[in-house]
């Protein structure tokens, strides 16, 4: 009888070989992948603020008045954010030192303190920005300004005097990821691929408005903050007991990734509104995340589109003040010499921390008494442009200063030195664009 049980039982499959095919391609998977999280980290997290709460509106607007054709330029944008952003981090690596402090010991501190007075102003302007956005949400839902302004600045402040570097990068990151919420609205709004398509293969309009929209885009691409930030928190990070040459390869991938992720974002926000906006109301202005939820509200429902859009904004605006004020904190300790590590506690670095502090307040309070937060934020964006000049010049002059064996050369420099002054022309092209507007 047993014996007879035992004949009915199916055999037990075979274990899966360890060398198999199928087991050596999952675990070079799962190592390819716990490879990438574990270099993540200044590059990502600068991206990520690059797509701040001013690039969101820009994106929307670019959706609104011409469907999908400026997807294209978003995808171009990929590169010329790498090859800018990845110069920063060959500087940090290699030199060790903050952009601040290498503009004052290759060429004196009278082109140090310009380089400061520019970086206070340009992170100044960039916490007004993302005030702004915060604000902007808040009303939508409901809240005071003054409300959502002092719990978004708390938080920022308590984050940053608690200190060490890691654990404000993971808060930041993951405070960021919250821009993914555009993926799923690009999604809601069921975007026809024959007409993306279409718009992509005839991206370019000679309608009134698209080159100051595709100047814009291009504007925003690179912030003056960011180059201060990336380079100095490359140093902060450590280079953890590794080969030179294998941080810098890791932390190019790092900025890589967050290039894609970034321009990923930005044409998640021009699809979504593309596809509707851009279909049933193409023209329409949306000068703020409120005019934008109200606008995709017939199309997402009230709820998608206030949380989606709402909580994306925030993520970026987030982000993108706590970047701002480091970068600008950084920027100027290490023009005066000061200590400037976040892994020092409040009262080594008292300086530093000082200066960070008062960039949150600072941009809170000019958003709490401005009376026209759209005027404003628009004026901030016309002065980052205008200082984009001053900052690449820095960073291309700097990068010629490395070691041979680490300075661009051939194409590759070719390439950089045109991308740089692509953007430089563009940026004060929507300067001139906005004055004209605005006269």
């Known amino acids: 009888m047993n014996n007879s049980r035992r004949s009915r039982v199916a055999p037990s499959p075979p274990l899966p070989d360890a060398t198999s095919p199928r087991v050596t391609s999952r675990r070079g998977t799962r190592r390819r992948a716990l490879t990438l999280l574990a270099v993540l980290g200044p590059g990502l997290m600068v991206m990520l603020a690059d797509t701040d709460a001013g690039s969101v509106v820009t994106a929307a607007q670019s959706g609104a008045r011409f469907r999908f054709a400026l997807v294209v330029p978003e995808l171009a944008l990929i590169p010329i954010l790498y090859l800018i952003q990845e110069m920063t981090v060959r500087l940090g690596l290699v030199t060790g030192r903050g952009h601040g402090a290498l503009i004052r010991e290759t060429f004196g501190r009278p082109w140090a303190l310009l380089s400061a007075v520019t970086l206070f102003v340009a992170c100044l302007g960039a916490l007004v920005t993302e005030f702004a956005g915060v604000a902007g949400v808040g009303l939508l839902v409901g809240v005071p300004r003054w409300l959502s302004i002092s719990v978004v600045s708390t938080s920022l402040l308590t984050l940053v005097l608690l200190g060490r570097y890691r654990r404000i990068e993971h808060v930041g990151i993951a405070i960021g990821a919250l821009e993914l919420l555009f993926l799923p609205a690009a999604i809601a709004a069921h975007p026809h691929l024959a007409a993306v398509a279409h718009d992509m293969i005839h991206s370019w309009r000679t309608t009134t408005g698209y080159p100051t929209l595709l100047a814009a885009n291009v504007g925003a691409v ?43 974002v930005m044409i998640a926000v021009v699809v979504a509104v593309g596809a509707t906006l851009g279909v049933s109301r193409p023209g329409r202005s949306l000068a703020n995340v409120g005019a934008i939820a109200d606008a995709l509200t017939p199309f997402l429902g009230r709820v998608s589109a206030v ?11 987030i982000v993108a003040a706590l970047v701002a004020s480091l970068a600008g904190a950084w920027g100027i300790a290490e023009v005066l010499g000061w200590r400037h590590s976040l892994n020092d506690v409040p009262g080594r670095a008292v300086g530093f921390y000082a200066l960070a502090v008062a960039g949150i307040v600072a941009g809170a309070l000019l958003v709490l008494v401005a009376p026209d937060l759209v005027t404003l934020s628009v004026n901030i964006e016309v002065l980052n442009a205008c200082l984009l000049p001053v900052v690449l010049g820095f960073l291309l002059a700097l990068e010629r200063h490395l070691p041979a064996p680490w300075r661009m050369s051939g194409a590759r420099r070719l390439a950089t ?13 929507t300067v001139v664009a906005t004055l004209t507007r605005a006269a």
């Open 222 to 264: 690179i912030m003056p903050w960011m180059v201060f930030y990336q380079q100095e928190a490359v140093i902060d990070r450590g280079r953890q007991g590794r080969p030179l040459r294998a941080v810098v390869r890791s932390s190019r991938l790092d900025t890589a990734t967050g290039a894609v992720v970034t321009q990923i």
């Open 307 to 317: 949380s989606l859009f709402g909580l994306g904004l925030i993520g970026a605006a």
């Open 417 to 429: 030195y045109a991308v740089s002054g692509l953007v430089i022309a563009v940026g004060l092209a």
